[in-house]
């Protein structure tokens, strides 16, 4: 009761009006609605309702621009709190595939929590005559571009392509809308290998008929245990994955990030939260706003390095 007590707080600055103080917390998802982060920012907005007190939370999806169209109203918003966004990995990654940005990922926001990490896993057809990424790659060097790997976006197609150049072997890329019709070419023997979320691959286990060979995280992932990462299988530091954070205005003071970060950790504490991501197949990995700020520098660079060393081409 203390701690709900305490998280009833209104988010913003002491010092507002009070009927300021009652206006709503936006959640701004800058896709489209139905999809993974929709359906998380959804999910957390509810969870975090109780803890609120009378001020009230929407999400709000505003698509457009591969996220940049909603992420620039909240890069342009008053910095009091009421105005956050959530946005998955291609957000840094957009500075360096886009000819032209209307603000600075890193710059223009205030980390206010990561949520979720979005492991990709490597899914292969069950016809194919290998099991792992060791035969992948002899298979590869045998029958040179005979296997083709299926993207969805520009983060599966960067993991996709790097993989292929850290084990020196062609994997054309082959590009898909949707990871629900990546994985049903999979299946039907189509298309040899594909890299997808956890969540599109799952519900296609069952038939048998693909196989998951490897997981892109340094960890691996609780929805396939089993399965090795790309590193445990010999390819040195390759840790490349998606997430989900929840970012604010540049200007955010950083006490109200705190607190913000805080009403977030109690609803992630809670028993019916961590049971409702599960069953979503959402993979949590709550950090707060220093560990996310690092988290988007450290993917910042990366990215920055494919694009000088021609891996990345803006578009």
Not at 179 to 193: E, K, N
Not at 213 to 222: G, Q
Not at 239 to 247: I, K, T
Request: proline letters at 8%.
């Amino acid at each position: 009761m203390r701690r709900r007590a305490l998280l009833a707080t209104p988010i913003l600055l002491p010092g507002l009006a009070r009927a300021q103080a009652q206006r709503p917390i936006r959640i701004i998802v800058p896709y489209a609605a139905g999809g993974g982060t929709d359906i998380l920012a959804r999910a957390l907005a509810e969870a975090l309702r109780p803890a609120m007190g009378a001020q009230p939370i929407v999400v709000e999806n505003r698509a457009g621009g591969a996220g940049v169209v909603g992420s620039e109203a909240v890069a342009r918003a008053e910095p009091d709190g009421t105005t956050l966004c959530a946005v998955v990995s291609t957000h840094v990654m957009n500075k360096h595939v886009m000819a032209q940005m209307p603000f600075d990922p890193l710059r223009d926001f205030s980390p206010v929590a990561m949520l979720a990490r979005n492991t990709m896993v490597l899914a292969a057809s069950s016809a194919l005559p290998f099991t792992d990424v060791r035969g992948l790659a002899a298979h590869a060097r045998a029958n040179p571009r005979a296997l083709s790997t299926g993207s969805t976006e520009a983060l599966s197609s960067f993991i996709g392509q790097e993989f292929a150049r850290r084990l020196g072997v062609e994997l054309p890329d082959v590009a898909y809308r949707a990871g629900s019709q990546l994985m049903t070419d999979v299946v039907a023997g189509h298309l040899p290998l594909g890299w997808t979320s956890t969540a599109s691959a799952t519900p296609h286990m069952a038939t048998g008929r693909a196989r998951i060979i490897a997981v892109s995280t340094a960890t691996r992932t609780p929805f396939f245990p089993d399965v090795p990462t790309v590193q445990e299988q010999g390819v040195a530091e390759f840790d490349l994955a998606g997430w989900v954070a929840l970012l604010g205005p540049a200007a955010l003071p950083d006490a109200v990030a705190q607190r913000l970060h805080g009403a977030i950790a109690a609803a992630y504490a809670e028993p019916a939260f961590q049971s409702r991501l599960a069953a979503m197949g959402i993979e949590p990995d709550l950090r707060d706003p220093a560990a996310t700020r690092a988290a988007m520098a450290r993917e910042d660079r990366i990215w920055a390095a494919a694009r000088a060393a021609g891996h990345l081409t803006p578009q």
